[in-house]
């Protein structure tokens, strides 16, 4: 299972990539815009320094919605170091553009991913990736989990090779829920990963041995 992060920001993605276990970053315009990154020039240098710190995939997100604007910028954003992974809304000129840049080697993530339907839908136009919202699922009384677990099970009754990427993970549990069910990746906050660190039991047991290796001393 890999791991991204869901942050734009800079010191929360160093201290994740410094843990080791990180595999990439996620970023959409409101990640961006918490962080005060604004405007084309300073985002794309965001992106750039993003590329910097971490050695995995990290995407960025188009903002057109015409396939002629979603191809142009796409093709931007991809050039800007090969580590990114050009990320597309789904809709139906987003499905068009995945299926193009499927076809032309850049790779994609299909977000705002919220039915089997749509995850269908990506898949079968080639996105590396697909990912669906499932704590914004949770939000409106609808469980985000199943959507990942009925997901699971269309890809593999097809063997599709895209990724599911359990987006809008927003605590440790999920992390844990998505192991369980086979999601390929999980992008979440920091707060979401270091949870998965937390035990009483570790730290009572630490302690004692602590004390106990200091009445040798
Ligand atoms: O990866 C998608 C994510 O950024 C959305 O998360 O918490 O805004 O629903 P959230």
Not at 12 to 33: C, F, H, R, W, Y
Not at 132 to 161: H, K
């Amino acid at each position: 299972m890999k791991f991204f992060i869901d942050t734009a920001n800079l010191d929360q993605i160093k201290e994740a990539q410094d843990l080791g276990v990180l595999d990439g970053v996620t970023t959409n315009p409101s990640l961006m815009a918490k962080e005060g990154i604004t405007g084309k020039e300073n985002i794309i240098n965001h992106y750039k320094k993003i590329c910097e710190i971490v050695t995995g995939d990290v995407s960025a997100e188009v903002i057109s919605t015409d396939f002629e604007g979603i191809i142009k910028e796409g093709e931007e954003l991809a050039k800007l170091h090969d580590q990114i992974i050009v990320k597309v809304p789904m809709i139906k000129d987003g499905v068009k553009a995945i299926k193009y840049f499927s076809d032309n080697g850049i790779k994609t993530n299909c977000t705002l991913v919220f039915s089997p339907g749509q995850a269908l839908l990506a898949a079968k136009a080639g996105a590396t990736y697909v990912s669906p919202f499932i704590g914004r699922l949770d939000d409106i009384s609808t469980d985000g989990l199943n959507l990942i677990a009925e997901i699971r099970m269309i890809y593999d009754n097809y063997g599709f090779n895209t990724q599911i990427l359990a987006a809008s993970v927003r605590h440790t549990m999920h992390v844990i829920d998505c192991a369980k069910i086979g999601a390929d990746v999980m992008t979440g906050p920091l707060s979401s990963i270091e949870g998965l660190l937390k035990h009483p039991l570790t730290d009572i047991g630490l302690a004692k041995f602590l004390a106990d290796y200091q009445k040798g001393n």
